[in-house]
């Protein structure tokens, strides 16, 4: 039952990536990259117990803190960005 | 008897949140706009992760390792809406106007 939940995560991982190679706007790639972080950190969790490996959910936790704060890092920088080219307001 | 029932539930659990995570991924993949798209993903995000993580609880019965399971359900529970929020306001400043009705293709 693992191995299959953790087979299902690695095809939403590559329809992810496929996401993120078709997607025409940028903000269809950060929905891929941020989709795909939150299923780096399932995967983590379940590998964890397919090996018997307690200690991986602290690196799935770690992992979900830093997939966080990248999105909301990468969406600053485009959000502003953007403004800036417009010279418009906020 | 519990013991059967429970890995039977967590199996259940991680059977319906892997069939979720890939109707939510064919989702992200098929949808024609990005507002629709980010619906799909939100699903596979809260209530796919929500049943994966519990059928691990399950799975790991009354330890630590379930504990914290626990911690990262509710830290991504949390924050992620938040990324989705962010995401989606970023869109509408980029001026990324919705797919109002199917023949005004953009």
Known sequence: MLIASAVAILVVMAMAIIRALLGPTIYDRILAVNLFGTKTVLLIAVIGFLFGRPDFLD???????????SIVGVLRYFEYSRNEEEGGSL | ??????????????????????????GVLRFPDFFTRM??????ETLA????????M?????????????LILLFILITS???SHALTKAALHGNLQPLVNENNEQ
């Open chain 1, 59 to 69: 690196i799935a936790l770690v992992y979900a803190l830093i997939n966080f704060i």
């Open chain 2, 1 to 26: 008897m519990l013991a059967g029932m429970v890995t039977v539930l967590s199996s259940a659990c991680l059977l319906l949140g892997a069939f979720l995570i890939i109707s939510g991924a064919v």
């Open chain 2, 39 to 44: 619906h799909a993903a939100g699903v596979t």
């Open chain 2, 49 to 56: 992760t929500t049943l994966i993580l519990l059928g691990l």
């Open chain 2, 58 to 70: 399950l799975f790991a019965g009354w330890t630590i390792v379930s504990f914290k399971l626990l």
């Open chain 2, 81 to 83: 809406p938040v990324a």
